[in-house]
């Protein structure tokens, strides 16, 4: 009578390293979740948030039996905060520093093309300026001006627009 053959529960060198590499990718993406609930939820509900996130991550590790059954445990967990993560709705209401406080926005008529909220700022130091929100009419005004006058792009002593 034979015997049937035993598995053997050894991982070679390259089973270690994926091991390795899904445990680390897995935490990597778990802390990423922790920091995601932390940092862009109302302060009032920062500290809870990442607490309970935590609490069940560590749960849901100490009780599956494998590694396995924990990374995917831990992948549905970061699945679930990237899901809420990527249908936060941006906002514009909050207290913007002065240089990226107003947004960008074109206008086309025809074929003239207005750009509105220009940065055209007097900068003395990085945090020393003086705000000037400018207008922009007919790309090809800019182009010709910014582009062609000077192969970098931009002409000597010319304001840094964005």
């Given at each position: 009578?034979?015997?049937g053959?035993?598995?053997?529960?050894?991982r070679?060198?390259?089973?270690w390293?994926?091991?390795?590499f899904v445990?680390?990718?897995v935490?990597?993406?778990?802390?990423?979740?922790?920091?995601a609930?932390y940092?862009?939820?109302?302060?009032?509900?920062q500290?809870?948030?990442?607490?309970v996130?935590?609490v069940?991550?560590?749960?849901g590790?100490?009780?599956?039996?494998?590694?396995?059954?924990?990374a995917?445990y831990?992948t549905?967990?970061?699945?679930?905060?990237?899901?809420?993560?990527l249908?936060?709705a941006?906002?514009e209401d909050?207290?913007?520093?002065?240089?990226v406080?107003?947004?960008a926005?074109?206008d086309?008529t025809?074929?003239?093309?207005?750009?509105h909220?220009l940065r055209?700022f007097?900068?003395r130091t990085?945090?020393?300026y003086t705000p000037?929100?400018?207008?922009a009419?007919?790309?090809?005004t800019?182009?010709?001006r910014?582009?062609?006058?000077?192969?970098?792009?931009v002409?000597?002593?010319s304001?840094?627009?964005?």
């Open positions: 009578m034979k015997r053959h035993r598995h053997s529960t050894a070679t060198p390259l089973q390293i994926v091991v390795i445990s680390v990718l935490i990597a993406l778990a802390f990423w979740a922790v920091a609930l940092i862009d939820l109302p302060r009032r509900w500290l809870v948030a990442a607490s996130c935590t069940v991550m560590l749960v590790i100490a009780i599956m039996p494998r590694w396995r059954y924990q995917l831990l549905g967990c970061v699945a679930v905060v990237l899901a809420w993560w249908n936060i941006p906002s909050r207290s913007w520093q002065t240089d406080a107003r947004t926005w074109a086309v025809d074929n003239i093309v207005t750009i909220n055209n007097d900068y990085e945090t020393d000037n929100w400018s207008y009419r007919s790309i090809s800019i182009w010709r910014s582009t062609c006058s000077s192969p970098s792009g002409r000597p002593g304001p840094i627009r964005s």
